[in-house]
C-alpha cells in the first residue's frame, strides 16, 4: 500500500516536472526567459568566482607544461605589445591630428564671436565639451547563445556591481577602442573613425552578469550614420535608425530618398546631440531600394553575426560630469 | 532534510562547474550523473523534484532546440527507479521483468539520460530521410557528441553506485529510500 502510494506521488511529481520541461521548451522560444536566466546566471555566479580564484597558479604546474606555457604566453606578449605599440603610434597621429582640429575650431569660433558678440553662447558649448565623457570596461563572456548558428545573447561576467545599466553599447575586443585598420590613409582635416565593432547594447544587467541583446536582434535599434570612404578621407552621411531583423541583416531606416546612398557605405553610430562622441562600427550597406514613402530601405550586414569567438568585450560608457558648483 | 540540502548544494555545484569550464567539461558529463544519483539515491518525489529542477535550471541556462532530459528523465525514473514491494521468493524473482544487476542501474540510467541529452544537440538542418545521412550526418555527429561526455559520465556513475552501496551497508540512508536487494 505504501509502495503504491509512493509510486503514485512519483508519478504526479514526474508528470508536472515533465511539463514544466515542456512549458520551458516553449517559453524559450518566446524568448520569455530573458530575465530569469540573468537571475540564474547570478545565483551562479559566487560559485564561478571561487573557482576563478582557486584556479591553479602557474608555479605549480609541472615544468615542461610551465616551459610550453611560457612560450605561448611570450609570443602572446610580443603580439600584444606590437599591437599595442601600434596603437600607440595611431593614437599620437591621431591626438595631433585633433589637437590640431580643436585649435582651428577655437579659432573660428573666436572669429564668429567677435563678429556676433555672443560670448555667453560660445563659452557654454565649450563648457559641454567636459560635461560628457566616455570610458569602457572590459567584461569576460560567460557564454554565447544556445543554439548554434542562432545568434541569440551573450551574457558577460560585469554587472550592476560594476556600474553597468541597461542600454550601455557593448563593443568587441580587450583592447583600446581604435580603427579597424584604416588610419594610415586618414588625411589632414578628416574625421576619424575610432569607434570599435558594435557587439550589441545592455538588454539587463544583473547583480554580476549582464546580458547582452546583439545588433541583430529583432527589438534592438539605435541611431546609426552613412559614413562613405573616398580618396579624399571619410564623409558622413545621413542619420537613420539601424535594426536588428533576426535573420542576421540589420535594417537601416529613417534615411530620406533625397540623400546620397550606396552599396560598400559603411554605417557608424550618431553623434549624440552635437558632442564629440567615440564613433562605433556596425557594419556594410549591402542593399539599398526606394521604398513608396520617400525612404530609402538599406540592409546592412553587420560587421559581428557571429558571438561564438568572442571572448571578451568591452562596454562602453557615457558619464555626465557635473559641472562644479 | 540533510539530504536534501547535500543534494541541492551538489546539484548548484556541478551547474558552478559546468558552467564556468565550458572548454575542460562537456555538457552535462557532471550534471547528468548528479542528477540521475538524486534520482536513485530519495527514489521518492522529492528526488524527483530537486533533480527535475536542476534539470529545469539547466535548461534555461544553456537551451537546446528542446529540453528533452528535463521532459523524459523524470518519467524515465519511475519507470526505473520507483519503489517496488521486496520479492519473498525466488520464483517471484524469476517473473520480475528487469533482471538489471543493481550495480549497473545508474550507469545505464546514465547513458540512457547522455543519449537522450545529446539527440537534439545534433543539427537537423539537412535532415533527410537516406541511410547515407544517418550514417554519415547523423552518427559521426551524434557520436562525436556525445563519447566526451560518456567518457566522464559513465565512470562517475559508477563511482556514485560505490558510494551508494557503501552507505547502505553503513546505515547512512532511509531504509525506504533503499533498492530492495532481494
Given at each position: 500500500m505504501h509502495h503504491e502510494q509512493s509510486r503514485t506521488r512519483m508519478w504526479v511529481t514526474a508528470v508536472c516536472m515533465s511539463l514544466a520541461g515542456v512549458a520551458i521548451g516553449f517559453a524559450d522560444r518566446?524568448?520569455?526567459?530573458?530575465?530569469?536566466?540573468?537571475?540564474?546566471?547570478?545565483?551562479?555566479?559566487?560559485?564561478?568566482?571561487?573557482?576563478?580564484?582557486?584556479?591553479?597558479?602557474?608555479?605549480?604546474?609541472?615544468?615542461?607544461?610551465?616551459?610550453?606555457?611560457?612560450?605561448?604566453?611570450?609570443?602572446?606578449?610580443?603580439?600584444?605589445?606590437?599591437?599595442?605599440?601600434?596603437?600607440?603610434?595611431?593614437?599620437?597621429?591621431?591626438?595631433?591630428?585633433?589637437?590640431?582640429?580643436?585649435k582651428t575650431e577655437f579659432s573660428h569660433q573666436k572669429v564668429i564671436r567677435s563678429l556676433t558678440g555672443d560670448v555667453d553662447m560660445a563659452d557654454g558649448a565649450s563648457e559641454l565639451l567636459e560635461l560628457v565623457r566616455q570610458d569602457s570596461l572590459s567584461a569576460r563572456v560567460i557564454r554565447h547563445g544556445g543554439l548554434d548558428g542562432r545568434l541569440r545573447d551573450l551574457m558577460i561576467d560585469a554587472g550592476s556591481n560594476a556600474g553597468i545599466t541597461r542600454s550601455e553599447i557593448v563593443v568587441d575586443g580587450p583592447g583600446l577602442l581604435v580603427e579597424k585598420g584604416?588610419?594610415?590613409?586618414?588625411?589632414?582635416?578628416?574625421?576619424?573613425?575610432?569607434?570599435?565593432?558594435?557587439?550589441?547594447?545592455?538588454?539587463?544587467?544583473?547583480?554580476?552578469?549582464?546580458?547582452?541583446?546583439?545588433?541583430?536582434?529583432?527589438?534592438?535599434?539605435?541611431?546609426?550614420?552613412?559614413m562613405r570612404r573616398t580618396d579624399d578621407g571619410a564623409f558622413y552621411g545621413a542619420e537613420g535608425f539601424i535594426e536588428g531583423t533576426e535573420s542576421g541583416i540589420c535594417r537601416m531606416t529613417g534615411v530620406p530618398y533625397t540623400e546620397s546612398?550606396?552599396?560598400?557605405?559603411?554605417?557608424?553610430?550618431?553623434?549624440?546631440?552635437?558632442?564629440?562622441?567615440?564613433?562605433?562600427?556596425?557594419?556594410?550597406?549591402?542593399?539599398?531600394?526606394?521604398?513608396?514613402?520617400?525612404?530609402?530601405?538599406?540592409?546592412?550586414?553587420?560587421?559581428?553575426?557571429?558571438?561564438?569567438?568572442?571572448?571578451?568585450?568591452?562596454?562602453?560608457?557615457?558619464?555626465?560630469?557635473?559641472?562644479?558648483? | 532534510m540533510k539530504s536534501i540540502v547535500v543534494a541541492v548544494g551538489l546539484i548548484w555545484m556541478v551547474?558552478?562547474?559546468?558552467?564556468?569550464?565550458?572548454?575542460?567539461?562537456?555538457?552535462?558529463?557532471?550534471?547528468?550523473?548528479?542528477?540521475?544519483?538524486?534520482?536513485?539515491?530519495?527514489?521518492?518525489?522529492?528526488?524527483?523534484?530537486?533533480?527535475?529542477?536542476?534539470?529545469?535550471?539547466?535548461?534555461?541556462?544553456?537551451?537546446?532546440?528542446?529540453?528533452?532530459?528535463?521532459?523524459?528523465?523524470?518519467?524515465?525514473?519511475?519507470?526505473?527507479?520507483?519503489?517496488?514491494?521486496?520479492?519473498?521468493s525466488y520464483a517471484q524473482l524469476l517473473r520480475r521483468w528487469k533482471l538489471i544487476p543493481m550495480a549497473l542501474e545508474l550507469p545505464l540510467f546514465v547513458a540512457i539520460a547522455v543519449c537522450v541529452d545529446n539527440l537534439l544537440r545534433v543539427s537537423f538542418h539537412d535532415f533527410s530521410f537516406t541511410y547515407e545521412w544517418y550514417s554519415n550526418r547523423f552518427g559521426a555527429s551524434f557520436w562525436s557528441s556525445l563519447s566526451p561526455v560518456l567518457i566522464i559520465a559513465v565512470p562517475v556513475s559508477g563511482l556514485t553506485t560505490l558510494l551508494f552501496r557503501t552507505a547502505d551497508e553503513l546505515g547512512l540512508r532511509r531504509l525506504n529510500s533503499r533498492p530492495s536487494y532481494f
Open positions: 518566446a524568448g520569455t526567459l530573458t530575465s530569469s536566466r540573468t537571475i540564474l546566471q547570478d545565483l551562479m555566479s559566487p560559485g564561478r568566482i571561487l573557482l576563478l580564484s582557486i584556479r591553479q597558479p602557474a608555479s605549480l604546474q609541472s615544468p615542461a607544461e610551465n616551459a610550453s606555457t611560457q612560450t605561448v604566453d611570450s609570443q602572446v606578449l610580443l603580439a600584444e605589445l606590437r599591437t599595442s605599440e601600434q596603437q600607440r603610434r595611431q593614437l599620437i597621429i591621431e591626438n595631433a591630428r585633433l589637437s590640431h582640429q580643436l584604416h588610419h594610415q590613409h586618414v588625411a589632414a582635416g578628416d574625421r576619424v573613425l575610432t569607434g570599435a565593432v558594435v557587439v550589441g547594447r545592455i538588454a539587463q544587467a544583473g547583480r554580476w552578469v549582464s546580458l547582452v541583446q546583439p545588433v541583430t536582434d529583432s527589438e534592438f535599434k539605435s541611431r546609426a550614420q552613412i546612398v550606396a552599396v560598400g557605405d559603411h554605417v557608424v553610430t550618431a553623434e549624440v546631440d552635437g558632442t564629440e562622441s567615440l564613433r562605433l562600427y556596425f557594419g556594410q550597406i549591402t542593399e539599398a531600394r526606394f521604398l513608396n514613402g520617400g525612404q530609402w530601405e538599406i540592409e546592412v550586414k553587420p560587421e559581428i553575426t557571429e558571438l561564438t569567438p568572442l571572448t571578451e568585450v568591452r562596454i562602453i560608457r557615457t558619464k555626465i560630469q557635473e559641472p562644479a558648483p | 551547474l558552478v562547474l559546468e558552467i564556468s569550464w565550458p572548454e575542460h567539461l562537456p555538457g552535462g558529463c557532471l550534471l547528468l550523473p548528479v542528477v540521475c544519483g538524486t534520482f536513485f539515491w530519495f527514489r521518492s518525489a522529492t528526488g524527483i523534484l530537486i533533480a527535475g529542477a536542476g534539470l529545469l535550471i539547466d535548461a534555461i541556462l544553456r537551451p537546446t532546440t528542446v529540453p528533452l532530459s528535463a521532459v523524459l528523465l523524470p518519467i524515465l525514473s519511475v519507470l526505473l527507479c520507483s519503489p517496488r514491494p521486496v520479492i519473498s
